[in-house]
């Protein structure tokens, strides 16, 4: 069965919102009720970023959620992926990579989006080798307590 990004809607929100990660890992990651409340607003940095939340599908059945944040007018950056997880259930599945990849398409198909960024937590492990398996290279800087990383997308 494939894996699907599809939007959050007044329909998929509650579904969405009962996905969770284990509980040694609630660090890395907001709930995604506060992810979907903060989408709503977006964020202001060098101009305005829109959010954009989706869920993770396996066919009907919500598996995960992500959330990125665009910004075509800032010099550095133009996408922030914002979160990413996968409920305790189905990870170690390939779905987490799957989802990224179809973003990372998304992205390729936007000419406006240069460069692409992600953070994550020093001690998340799994997080860290998937990006850098992605092509994120880790610039040295934090964002906040995070690792800060990049993609070169063109
Ligand atoms: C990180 C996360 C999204 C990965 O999703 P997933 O579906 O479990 O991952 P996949 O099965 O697609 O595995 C992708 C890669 O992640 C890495 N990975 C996943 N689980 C791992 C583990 N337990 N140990 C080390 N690496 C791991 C590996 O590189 C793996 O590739 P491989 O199987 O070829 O070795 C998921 O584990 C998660 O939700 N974690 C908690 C929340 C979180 O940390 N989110 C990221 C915040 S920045």
């Not at 936007?110 to 989006?113: K, Y």
């Given at each position: 069965m494939d894996i699907t990004l599809q939007p959050v809607t007044a329909e998929n929100w509650r579904n969405l919102i009962q996905l969770k990660v284990r509980e040694d890992q609630n660090h890395f990651v907001a709930s995604n009720l506060l992810s979907i409340a903060e989408s709503q607003f977006g964020f202001d940095d060098e101009g305005h970023w829109n959010s954009y939340p989706f869920g993770i599908y396996l066919g009907d059945m919500p598996v995960g959620f992500l959330m990125y944040a665009l910004n075509?007018?800032?010099?550095?950056?133009?996408?922030?992926?914002?979160r990413l997880m996968v409920d305790e259930k189905f990870q170690g599945k390939g779905y987490g990579r799957q989802a990224m990849n179809l973003l990372l398409e998304r992205f390729q198909g936007?000419?406006?989006?240069q460069k692409v960024a992600i953070s994550y937590s020093p001690e998340n492990v799994s997080a860290q080798k998937l990006y850098a398996e992605l092509g994120f290279i880790e610039?040295?800087?934090?964002a906040g307590d995070e690792n800060l990383a990049i993609l070169n997308l063109r």
């Open positions: 075509p007018a800032h010099s550095r950056i133009q996408a922030f992926i914002m936007d000419r406006d989006i610039t040295g800087e934090m």
